[in-house]
């Protein structure tokens, strides 16, 4: 399994999912703020759009942090990352995985922007409709699927934790406390290890 990887990005989701999984991958490293990297054959095979995160895992090519968290579940039910399909939660699970870039992610670039948004029309409604189901979603906790931590919780988790790096957290203290329930998390620190190895290589 090759994961290509590029630190400070989305990458970080998937190298925190695969960490969480304790599978076996190699990380290939891309500099995707360099045109050429972005432009180079072989990671353009990997991921069409030029983006991170993207991995391969025998014939599959996959190159949206999603479709990478439900084929990670599906394919290895034994790392535990979620619900396969037919088990209790599945539905619930996947609405959480598409939230991250479906909702998370727009209601975010509305925050950074300052952008006029008609959360009637838009369809991701407003960045204070997307905290407010989250809080909601922590209800009873302490994850998003309760007791049992998940793929889910990898990519909703991580862009809460960008959230707050970036300075757009809100006053909301039940996502302050699951971002500090994420970085407690030994997989979250792994990856945080490796993103640092990988800034000090690009120095």
Not at 57 to 64: E, F, S
Not at 161 to 180: C, N, Q, R, T, V
Request: net charge negative.
């Amino acid at each position: 399994m090759k994961l290509y990887h590029c630190p400070q990005t989305r990458a970080f989701r998937a190298l925190w999912l695969l960490e969480e999984s304790g599978l076996g991958f190699d990380i290939v490293p891309v500099d995707i703020r360099d045109e050429a990297s972005r432009a180079d054959a072989t990671f353009r095979s990997a991921s069409p759009m030029g983006k991170v995160p993207a991995l391969i895992d025998g014939d599959a090519k996959l190159w949206d942090s999603g479709a990478i968290a439900l084929h990670l579940v599906d394919s290895y039910p034994q790392a535990g990352l979620g619900p396969v399909v037919g088990e209790p939660g599945r539905g619930t699970f996947v609405q959480w995985v598409m939230f991250t870039n479906a909702v998370f992610e727009p209601a975010l670039m509305e925050k950074f922007t300052n952008a006029a948004v008609d959360s009637s029309r838009s369809g991701h409604g407003s960045f204070p409709q997307m905290i407010e189901i989250v809080e909601n979603g922590l209800q009873p906790g302490p994850w998003l699927m309760g007791e049992r931590f998940t793929a889910a919780d990898v990519l909703v988790g991580s862009s809460c934790h960008f959230m707050k790096l970036f300075g757009a957290m809100p006053d909301s203290p039940p996502i302050a406390a699951y971002i500090e329930r994420c970085q407690s998390r030994p997989a979250f620190a792994a990856a945080q290890a490796v993103e640092a190895q990988a800034s000090a290589g690009d120095e």
